[in-house]
């Protein structure tokens, strides 16, 4: 039952479609000795990645954001929706691929990044919002929820 829903097969066709899917996740990176960075990636491959600190790994293979990845094109889009800052004065991106509720394709990678440069309390930077996948046909086929958390902090 998994494999037909992750190939896409239906009965009676042979060409397989894909599966969407996103994770969501919790990205934090928290310290006391430099700049905090979180952040998240989609990638016109398919594949999800987080970025803490100034490296990127990949989220999870199963929850890549097209499942086979080699259904993953430039006619696909992302956007993300319903941001919620848990600070209202670090109500902002230190990065962003596109403004909240602008669809851009995934021709390129697209990302949203948070840093938090002062050691100083009450610098923290904490936002939760969704990513959205489109199809093709215009359709919303994936949405998964993350967020991106910054703290640098020497207390």
Same mark, same amino acid.
């Given at each position: ?57 990949? !989220? ?9 990845? #080699?259904?993953?094109?430039? /006619?696909? *889009?992302?956007? $993300? %929706? ?50 959205? !996948? ?9 949405? #998964?929820?993350?967020?991106? /958390?910054? *703290?640098?902090? $020497? %207390?």
């Amino acid at each position: 039952m998994i494999i037909t829903q992750l190939a896409g097969i239906v009965a009676g066709v042979s060409r397989p479609r894909p599966f969407y899917t996103l994770s969501g996740a919790t990205i934090q990176d928290s310290t006391t000795s430099r700049d905090a960075i979180a952040g998240v990636r989609v990638n016109p491959d398919g594949t999800v990645d987080k970025l803490i600190n100034a490296t990127y790994t990949q !989220i999870s293979v199963g929850t890549d954001w097209i499942i086979p990845n #080699g259904f993953a094109d430039a /006619d696909h *889009d992302v956007r $993300i %929706t319903n941001a919620v800052w848990t600070f209202p004065a670090a109500e902002s991106f230190f990065f962003k691929s596109a403004n909240e509720d602008a669809w851009v394709d995934l021709g390129t990678a697209r990302e949203w990044i948070v840093k938090d440069t002062s050691s100083s309390p009450g610098g923290l930077k904490l936002v939760t919002f969704d990513i959205e !996948i489109r199809d093709p046909a215009a359709d919303t086929v994936a949405t #998964g929820s993350y967020t991106l /958390d910054a *703290d640098y902090d $020497i %207390t």
